[in-house]
């Protein structure tokens, strides 16, 4: 019996471990194992509800343990220091306790298909003083972090008001316009607005909760039809948002961002949501590589120096023949996760490539609103808005929930959410 180590746990490795699971790990075929240096999985494209106040990571996130067992795989949590693919082994680091004791010693756990889904992490590109100045939104932790210091910059700042201060109010700048920063800064002006209402703070929520977004193009979701960018942009400004287009960032001091031109825009919080790139570990593997760090894989999605090694999502470097490379999207993930679930779990594996179809694109601009692209089969694209792109914003969750957990206990997640939704403030507010 063949062993399968899956190396993260995001929207494509979750999925993967919980299909083959399913499929090769109860039938007796294979034993599957999911390595994670975190607990519990929370879907990235929502992180910047975490850090709005919006979803607490505590009751979405989903415990790897917990569907492990449920599914007939295994999880093992630890931090993966290297692997030797000559002798087929992932190497873990110690696990160690917030209090600084040794859970488990460094160990190792035996291969013969590694699939790596390391996801991504925040690409600064080498902007002077970013590394030391800005927040990110890589993780839970991360989004808890920015979160934290939102609430207590609008506290601090509302004291400072009462106190008679010459420039009251809070100034965030987000730098990057694409999905995360567009999406993040809709849901602060939300917030900041909610944590007045509850009195959480005593200032105007538009003129002294100042939201900035830096983009160095020309358009906010470059990824979208120019219509909807500039959809986009209305919105936001009419929330109160500033939003500078052909800005880009020079460097990032403690409390301010510069951009090329010398203009400086103060700044309390930064949050750098300007592009990604694969986690340092990709470069380690001996394996071929782009300068993302994006492992390079062939249609079948193994690695193009290893058949035993598969990449997925946003550690992988996969040119479609057709549209060409497949952007860092959970839609990727999911399908990259659909075909190697196929490949790796049937007693006769096909030898069909991978083929990628693009579906759309969506982009939350707050509670009430969302702006998107849909792809139909023929590759012909319709925008669509309001209401109707606020619901299928909401459903592509409810779609990884599926995938995870089936139907019916997705209907029943959905059903307590509204439930919670209706007994809470729509923000947390501490």
Same mark, same amino acid.
């Given at each position: 019996?063949?062993?399968?180590?899956?190396?993260?746990?995001?929207?494509?490795?979750?999925?993967?471990?919980?299909?083959?699971?399913?499929? !090769?790990?109860?039938?007796?075929?294979?034993?599957?194992?999911?390595?994670?240096? $975190?607990?519990?999985?929370?879907? /990235?494209?929502?992180?910047?509800?975490?850090?709005?106040?919006?979803? *607490?990571? @505590?009751?979405?996130?989903?415990?790897?343990?917990?569907?492990?067992?449920?599914?007939?795989?295994?999880?093992?949590?630890?931090?993966?220091?290297?692997?030797? #693919?000559?002798?087929?082994?992932?190497?873990?680091?110690? $696990?160690?306790? *917030?209090?600084?004791?040794?859970?488990?010693?460094? #160990?190792?756990?035996?291969?013969?298909?590694?699939?790596?889904?390391?996801?991504?992490?925040? &690409?600064?590109?080498?902007?002077?003083?970013?590394?030391?100045?800005?927040?990110?939104?890589? *993780?839970?932790?991360?989004?808890?972090?920015?979160?934290?210091?939102?609430?207590?910059?609008?506290?601090?700042?509302?004291?400072?008001?009462?106190?008679?201060?010459?420039?009251?109010?809070?100034?965030?700048?987000?730098?990057?316009?694409?999905?995360?920063?567009?999406?993040?800064?809709?849901?602060?002006?939300?917030?900041?607005?909610?944590?007045?209402?509850?009195?959480?703070?005593?200032?105007?929520?538009?003129?002294?909760?100042?939201?900035?977004?830096?983009?160095?193009?020309?358009?906010?979701?470059?990824?979208?039809?120019?219509?909807?960018?500039?959809?986009?942009?209305?919105? +936001?400004?009419?929330?109160?948002? /500033?939003?500078?287009?052909?800005?880009?960032?020079?460097?990032?001091?403690?409390? !301010?961002? =510069?951009?090329?031109?010398?203009?400086?825009?103060?700044?309390?919080?930064?949050?750098?949501?300007?592009?990604?790139?694969?986690?340092?570990?990709?470069?380690?593997?001996?394996?071929?590589?782009?300068?993302?760090?994006?492992?390079?894989?062939?249609?079948?999605?193994?690695?193009?120096? *290893?058949?035993?090694?598969?990449?997925?999502?946003?550690?992988? &470097?996969?040119?479609?023949?057709?549209?060409?490379? =497949?952007?860092?999207?959970? @839609?990727?993930?999911?399908?990259?996760?659909?075909?190697?679930?196929?490949?790796?779990?049937?007693?006769?594996?096909?030898?069909?490539?991978?083929?990628?179809?693009?579906?759309?694109?969506?982009?939350?601009?707050?509670?009430?609103?969302?702006?998107?692209?849909?792809?139909?089969?023929?590759?012909?694209?319709?925008?669509?808005?309001?209401?109707?792109?606020?619901?299928?914003?909401? +459903?592509?969750?409810?779609?990884?929930?599926?995938?995870?957990?089936?139907?019916? #206990?997705?209907?029943?997640?959905?059903?307590?959410? $509204?439930? #919670?939704?209706?007994?809470?403030?729509?923000?947390?507010?501490?």
């Amino acid at each position: 019996m063949e062993t399968i180590v899956i190396v993260g746990g995001g929207a494509g490795g979750l999925e993967l471990a919980t299909r083959l699971g399913n499929s !090769a790990a109860k039938s007796g075929r294979a034993r599957v194992v999911l390595v994670d240096r $975190w607990p519990a999985h929370f879907w /990235k494209p929502l992180l910047h509800t975490v850090a709005s106040g919006k979803h *607490d990571p @505590q009751v979405m996130a989903i415990d790897y343990a917990a569907q492990a067992a449920e599914h007939g795989f295994e999880f093992a949590r630890g931090e993966v220091l290297g692997v030797d #693919r000559d002798a087929r082994r992932v190497s873990l680091a110690p $696990w160690i306790a *917030d209090d600084g004791a040794e859970v488990l010693p460094a #160990r190792s756990i035996a291969y013969d298909k590694l699939v790596l889904a390391l996801g991504s992490v925040t &690409n600064l590109f080498g902007v002077p003083g970013a590394e030391q100045h800005v927040l990110t939104l890589d *993780d839970v932790a991360q989004a808890e972090t920015f979160r934290q210091r939102f609430v207590d910059g609008c506290i601090q700042a509302s004291a400072r008001q009462a106190a008679g201060a010459e420039n009251p109010g809070i100034d965030i700048v987000i730098v990057g316009g694409g999905a995360t920063g567009v999406e993040l800064a809709a849901e602060l002006s939300h917030s900041a607005r909610t944590l007045a209402r509850y009195n959480v703070h005593a200032m105007d929520p538009v003129r002294h909760v100042r939201i900035r977004i830096l983009e160095r193009g020309a358009l906010l979701l470059p990824h979208l039809h120019q219509r909807q960018s500039k959809r986009a942009a209305r919105h +936001l400004r009419a929330l109160g948002i /500033k939003v500078h287009l052909d800005t880009a960032v020079a460097r990032v001091d403690a409390g !301010a961002v =510069v951009d090329t031109e010398g203009c400086i825009y103060p700044s309390a919080i930064t949050l750098w949501a300007a592009g990604v790139k694969a986690p340092p570990l990709c470069a380690t593997l001996g394996l071929a590589s782009n300068a993302l760090r994006q492992i390079a894989v062939a249609p079948s999605l193994q690695a193009l120096d *290893d058949p035993n090694v598969y990449a997925i999502g946003d550690c992988a &470097n996969f040119v479609c023949p057709i549209l060409g490379k =497949v952007p860092p999207r959970a @839609q990727a993930a999911h399908q990259q996760a659909v075909y190697l679930a196929q490949v790796l779990g049937q007693a006769s594996p096909s030898s069909a490539p991978f083929a990628y179809r693009d579906y759309g694109s969506l982009v939350s601009l707050g509670p009430l609103a969302a702006v998107g692209v849909l792809t139909r089969a023929s590759g012909q694209k319709y925008a669509v808005g309001g209401a109707l792109a606020r619901v299928l914003y909401a +459903l592509m969750y409810r779609k990884h929930q599926v995938a995870l957990h089936g139907v019916v #206990r997705m209907s029943a997640q959905t059903v307590a959410d $509204w439930i #919670r939704e209706k007994l809470s403030p729509s923000v947390r507010l501490h």
